[in-house]
């Protein structure tokens, strides 16, 4: 089942930002993706507003996920109100129908989730993913597990994004994150991430067998949902990594 979305953060920030994000859309449903994912730290001037985007994106029928580089919860543990609620607008004009952000400052006890339940109640047709980035504080384990207990306490709707890649710069464990996360996550951000002279860089996915992307995507069943974000050069090859998820997928079944 193909259920693979493609990051406009995966291809080339230079030429993005010059072409704007509608330029690779078609590029992407010609790849035969099932969905995009729109970055909002990426529009620019060279995309038309929001509702038009949405309708170039309606004509090849793609999933729609809008992430947003904004933290959840404030330094101070209070949600971020102000902000969620100008994503979520945003979002709403996209057809997003996921959107995405980082967990930011959770304190259990001082953050208060019935807050966020009255918001996401609010826009009940959007769901809200947090994701694990790579700051010491939203790619902890310990403070995302607190969130996601609480928040299921709670019964806030909402999910994880489980970014295979993302734990290494936040120097977290892989395995410990998958035991203790696992349950929560609905959406995979597949990235490979190599250690170059005492320095992380994500680079393309290899099919070897031997790094964490693969037990990833292994460890969850095979039609969840999967983003490719790593860097895509030439953007071309777009429908090749696809492919390989596919491939990968159908082991999975088999095995």
Same mark, same amino acid.
């Given at each position: 089942?193909?259920?693979?979305?493609?990051?406009?953060?995966?291809?080339?920030?230079?030429?993005?930002?010059?072409?704007?994000?509608?330029?690779?859309?078609?590029?992407?449903?010609?790849?035969?993706?099932?969905?995009?994912?729109i970055r909002r730290e990426?529009?620019?001037?060279?995309?038309?507003?929001?509702?038009?985007?949405?309708?170039?994106?309606?004509?090849? !029928? =793609? #999933?729609?996920?809008?992430?947003?580089?904004?933290?959840?919860?404030?330094? /101070? $543990?209070?949600?971020?109100?102000? +902000?969620?609620?100008e994503i979520f607008e945003?979002?709403?004009e996209l057809g997003a129908?996921?959107?995405?952000?980082?967990?930011?400052?959770?304190?259990?006890?001082?953050?208060?989730?019935?807050?966020?339940?009255?918001?996401?109640?609010?826009?009940?047709?959007? !769901? =809200? #993913?947090?994701?694990?980035?790579?700051?010491?504080?939203?790619?902890?384990? /310990? $403070?995302?597990?607190?969130?996601? +207990?609480?928040?299921?306490?709670?019964?806030?709707?909402?999910?994880?994004?489980?970014?295979?890649?993302?734990?290494?710069?936040?120097?977290?464990?892989?395995?410990?994150?998958?035991?203790?996360?696992?349950?929560?996550?609905?959406?995979?951000?597949?990235?490979?991430?190599?250690?170059?002279?005492?320095?992380?860089?994500?680079?393309?996915?290899?099919?070897?067998?031997?790094?964490?992307?693969?037990?990833?995507?292994?460890?969850?069943?095979?039609?969840?949902?999967?983003?490719?974000?790593?860097?895509?050069?030439?953007?071309?090859?777009?429908?090749?990594?696809?492919?390989?998820?596919?491939?990968?997928?159908?082991?999975?079944?088999?095995?």
């Amino acid at each position: 089942m193909n259920k693979v979305i493609v990051p406009i953060n995966a291809f080339n920030r230079f030429e993005v930002l010059k072409k704007g994000q509608t330029s690779f859309i078609r590029l992407i449903a010609d790849s035969g993706a099932y969905g995009i994912e729109i970055r909002r730290e990426l529009l620019s001037d060279q995309d038309p507003p929001l509702n038009q985007i949405k309708q170039v994106i309606a004509q090849y !029928q =793609l #999933f729609t996920v809008y992430s947003a580089p904004i933290e959840l919860w404030k330094e /101070n $543990h209070e949600l971020n109100k102000k +902000e969620l609620n100008e994503i979520f607008e945003e979002g709403k004009e996209l057809g997003a129908k996921w959107i995405k952000v980082s967990l930011g400052h959770f304190q259990k006890g001082q953050s208060n989730l019935i807050e966020l339940n009255t918001f996401l109640d609010q826009h009940q047709e959007v !769901q =809200l #993913f947090v994701e694990n980035d790579q700051t010491l504080h939203g790619g902890n384990i /310990n $403070h995302l597990s607190s969130f996601f +207990e609480s928040a299921s306490e709670q019964g806030t709707p909402v999910k994880m994004t489980f970014d295979a890649g993302n734990w290494y710069y936040s120097g977290q464990d892989v395995d410990v994150a998958l035991s203790k996360l696992a349950p929560y996550v609905e959406y995979l951000h597949l990235k490979q991430v190599e250690d170059d002279k005492g320095e992380f860089i994500t680079v393309p996915l290899q099919k070897d067998g031997s790094h964490s992307w693969e037990k990833v995507m292994n460890r969850f069943p095979s039609e969840m949902v999967k983003a490719l974000e790593f860097p895509i050069e030439p953007k071309e090859r777009t429908r090749e990594f696809i492919q390989m998820i596919m491939e990968g997928e159908a082991l999975t079944c088999n095995s």
